[in-house]
């Protein structure tokens, strides 16, 4: 099959998976009812919609620090935090962390193409654990919260399975380190000189040079590791404010917040689940109403929150990612 064909195959596979993807969330939409997600838009208004944008873009603006700091050589902070929103926008619509071979395309302008995939690389690694703790911890804060302020819609046998969850989520995490310590972008390019490809010992010395600096990353540079760990902990605590934010403006003031961060924690766990589904729009409203229900909660409240949540994340990113029209004053050497 020729490559166009196959482009235009892709093409068409990810038209009708968006198309999918509106189908199932405009049947979730018609099971809660229009005039029901209709009222609570109304709730939240625009006041509330504008704390909410404004919460989005610290949590993002706390992960394009962290970015920021990930990377072997800083410069142009505007254009980080611009590509990191294109990146969030992409993350936000097409599956399977397709943002970040935006973000590296972007931040190559001002980073360079080796040091943009390293950066991006070891901003995720630190991310699969930062987010793994931050989800562990507001469990954990939960049950700390009812204990002191008990809440009778809090669901202790939940909260087990949760904390169970919680630790399983830490697996990506494993999973990456597996791979960076066994070299696996040296052993990569290594693969393309067995199957024939020629002149390729150039991208094999910059692979192991680069598997050596992902590996060693913690160790050399202990402050910038610090700084993106703390930073992308953070910006999950800043998402957890959005969260409970967002559901007491859409009237669902009835939560309270040991509750809050159970469900908070529980709807990102699900995500890991998700993210193995080829869509995005309608699959994350879907996880919120089951989470929702999982909780003893009425599912609809969960739909509608992610629902209010997906449209203030693609209007806070759109808003972040025109700061990419702010030029770099200086380009790096492409490496």
Not at 44 to 49: A, K
Not at 225 to 244: E, G, I, P
Not at 248 to 267: E, K, M, P, Q, W
């Amino acid at each position: 099959m020729e490559a166009k064909t196959k482009a235009k195959l892709k093409n068409l596979l990810r038209i009708l998976l968006f198309i999918t993807s509106l189908v199932i969330l405009f049947f979730l939409l018609k099971g809660i009812g229009f005039d029901k997600v209709k009222e609570v838009f109304v709730k939240v208004g625009i006041g509330g919609m504008i704390f909410l944008i404004c919460c989005e873009c610290m949590e993002n603006g706390s992960d394009a620090l962290a970015l920021y700091f990930a990377l072997p050589k800083r410069k142009n902070f505007i254009r980080i935090f611009a590509s990191n929103g294109l990146g969030s926008l992409a993350n936000y619509l097409i599956p399977w962390e397709f943002g970040e071979l935006v973000k590296v395309g972007l931040i190559k302008e001002v980073a360079g193409s080796a040091n943009s995939i390293k950066g991006v690389v070891l901003w995720n690694y630190i991310f699969k654990l930062s987010k793994g703790c931050a989800l562990f911890s507001m469990a954990l804060l939960s049950l700390l919260l009812h204990l002191l302020m008990p809440d009778e819609s809090y669901r202790m046998d939940k909260f087990w399975i949760i904390i169970l969850c919680s630790l399983i989520g830490f697996l990506p995490y494993f999973g990456m380190m597996i791979l960076i310590n066994s070299n696996i972008s040296e052993k990569a390019v290594k693969l393309l000189k067995y199957l024939g490809k020629k002149n390729v010992d150039e991208l094999v010395a910059k692979a192991a040079a680069m598997d050596r600096d992902l590996k060693l990353f913690k160790k050399e540079r202990s402050d910038d590791y610090k700084k993106v760990f703390w930073l992308q902990f953070f910006a999950r605590y800043v998402s957890l404010v959005t969260f409970s934010a967002c559901t007491y403006f859409a009237g669902f003031d009835g939560y309270v917040i040991s509750t809050l961060a159970i469900l908070h924690c529980a709807r990102n766990l699900g995500n890991y689940i998700s993210a193995l589904v080829p869509m995005k729009i309608g699959v994350g409203e879907g996880m919120g109403y089951i989470i929702f229900a999982f909780m003893g909660l009425p599912g609809a409240d969960g739909g509608l929150v992610t629902f209010i949540l997906r449209i203030n994340a693609i209007i806070a990113m759109a808003l972040v990612s025109c700061l990419i029209i702010v030029k770099p004053k200086e380009k790096n050497d492409k490496i």
